[in-house]
């Protein structure tokens, strides 16, 4: 299994620029999560999904947006990229039930920078 | 809001020793305790988690201890390697409403194993 992927590794956007974050887990879990990762500091969460086509928003979902349209795939949107989205962007999944199995599997990260 | 922290952002310590990295908590509603290494340039693993109903739990070389009373979560580290160095997380996660949504994480302890 290759896991969580999560493409590209780095990105640099101009304001107001528009991209996707792409993410894709082979393990057929059923829930996907992405955080940020801003320098020195713990992830936040910025939208999770229970399954395709409900995702749900998380502590900071101001400036994205999802769609889950298969249990495999849970990309993440940018529309106007500000500044302020400079940061490490994580996609995580994990078995869904979450009774003694809170595990979430991370993929490697995507650097994006907005200048 | 409810929030995870740590007391010290750096520690270093010699290889051999045994390290502990310290964790304070204020959502008293948590389910689940989870430790996170984060090594540069990667995704956090997973390294052990207990259960809120637990004040102890052991794997290999590690241990977390739980302390309800005060709100304290610890991670021991046994024996030290050099492969031990990164940044570790504590998280914490509530099943209520399912468990679906993600994890809080604290801001994270840099471990330095010296030569």
């Known amino acids: 299994n290759a896991g969580v992927t999560q493409t590209p590794k780095f990105r640099i956007l101009k304001i107001g620029q528009s991209m996707t974050l792409q993410c894709a887990q082979d393990m057929n879990h059923n829930y996907m999560y992405w955080y940020r990762q801003d320098p020195g500091m713990g992830l936040k969460l910025i939208y999770y999904?229970?399954?395709?086509?409900?995702?749900d928003k998380g502590e900071v979902p101001n400036g994205y947006n999802v769609s889950r349209s298969t249990t495999e795939d849970f990309p993440l949107r940018l529309e106007l990229a500000a500044p302020s989205q400079t940061s490490v962007y994580f996609c995580?999944?994990?078995?869904?039930?979450?009774?003694?199995?809170?595990?979430?599997?991370f993929g490697p990260g995507t650097r994006l920078t907005v200048t | 809001g409810e929030s995870v922290g740590l007391h010290l952002p750096t520690l270093s310590v010699q290889e051999g020793d045994n390290s502990i990295i310290n964790c304070a908590y204020s959502?008293?509603?948590?389910?689940?305790f989870i430790w996170y290494k984060q090594e540069s340039g990667k995704g956090p693993q997973f390294i052990i988690d207990i259960r809120s109903n637990m004040d102890k739990r052991q794997g290999q070389r590690v241990t977390v201890l739980l302390n309800k009373t005060v709100k304290h979560l610890s991670l021991q580290i046994a024996a030290t390697q050099p492969g031990d160095s990164a940044v570790y997380f504590c998280a914490e996660k509530s099943l209520e409403g399912g468990g679906a949504d993600g994890l809080t994480f604290g801001k994270g302890t840099h471990l330095i194993i010296q030569p």
């Open positions: 999904s229970v399954g395709a086509g409900i995702t």
């Open positions: 995580a999944s994990s078995y869904s039930g979450g009774q003694g199995a809170p595990e979430q599997y």
């Open positions: 959502n008293s509603a948590s389910d689940y």
